[in-house]
Structure formats: C-alpha cells, structure tokens
C-alpha cells in the first residue's frame, strides 16, 4: 500500500514540476486568456499571445478584419482609467505611420522597432511570419497629467512573454 502510494505520489510532483505554470511578474497583470484564445482560433495562422500585459483589464475587446488583402486581429484591453493597450496581429505586414523608431532587441536574435510619441508607445516585431504590434494609449485623464503609466521596458517585457 505504501509503495502504491509513493508512485502516486511521485507521479503527482512529476506533472507538477512540468506543467508549464508562469507567475506573472510584479506590475504586471493577467487578462481573459480563454476569450483571447477563443477568439484567435478563428484565425487561419495561430499567433503566440503573451503572459500577462501591461495594465489592469476591465474589458478585452476583439475584432478580425482585412486590410489590403491581409487578415488582421486586434484585441483591445481597456483599463479603469480607460487607457488602451491594443495588441494587433497580422499574417503579413501591418501598415502603420511611425515618427520615430528605435530599433531595439526583444529576444536574443528576435529585434523590433519602438516608438514614443506624444499620442502613443507603439513596439512591433515579426516573429515566424507573423507580425504584432503593440500600442499603448493613455487616457486623456493622464495625459492632463503628464503620468506615464506604461514604460518601454515594460512592454519589451511583455512582447518577451509572448515567446518564453
């Protein structure tokens, strides 16, 4: 009986210690990974989603489109004080107006393009033929206040989540 109950055990810790389980690092926050997941399978590619973001989430909001011939899928989080983090995914190039990038690395040999401009921080990266782009936009409310809630590197951080 003990024998049978040591093996169990041990089975037990053994799918324990491999499932792959992240905590999710300070100052930052979980969001509906099931609504997310659900809705990018509707989608012929599958894009990795990250770990956590950013901002605390209120509402996630998803929306698949085409534009100039590509398909494209934004999910929108929104937070309390109704910032916005847009996470854009597209199997091809996604046209977008930068100002100024920064080219920076994400991952070891994974590099992206960063902006900070006055309206928005955007960090875009291609990985496996597949392009994201993310956008953070404060509220008014913080702009009045010259706060800036969303760094740089927090979301370096965040694109890294998407493929550790």
């Known amino acids: 009986m ?3 109950f040591g093996v169990l055990f041990f089975c037990l810790l053994l799918v ?8 999710i690092p300070s100052g930052y926050h979980s969001y509906n990974l099931e609504k997310v997941s659900s809705a990018v399978e509707q989608l012929d590619f599958q894009p990795e ?3 956590y973001i950013p901002v ?3 509402s996630v909001v998803t929306d698949i489109y085409q534009s100039e011939g590509s398909v494209l899928m934004d999910l929108s989080f929104y937070t309390p004080d109704n910032d916005l983090l847009t996470i854009q995914f597209s199997q091809g ?15 070891g040999n994974l590099d992206g393009l960063y902006e900070n401009n006055r309206f ?18 404060a509220s008014v409310a913080h702009e009045e206040d010259n706060e800036q809630s969303v760094t ?13």
């Open 2 to 4: 003990w024998r049978r």
């Open 16 to 23: 324990s210690a491999c499932s792959k389980t992240h905590a």
């Open 49 to 51: 989603l990250p770990e």
């Open 56 to 58: 605390p989430m209120i």
């Open 93 to 107: 190039e996604i046209n977008t107006p930068w100002i100024d990038p920064e080219e920076l690395s994400i991952l």
């Open 120 to 137: 928005s921080k955007k960090l875009t990266w291609t990985k496996d033929g597949v392009t994201y782009l993310m956008t953070y936009r």
């Open 152 to 164: 740089r590197q927090q979301l370096v951080e965040v694109a890294r989540s998407f493929h550790s």
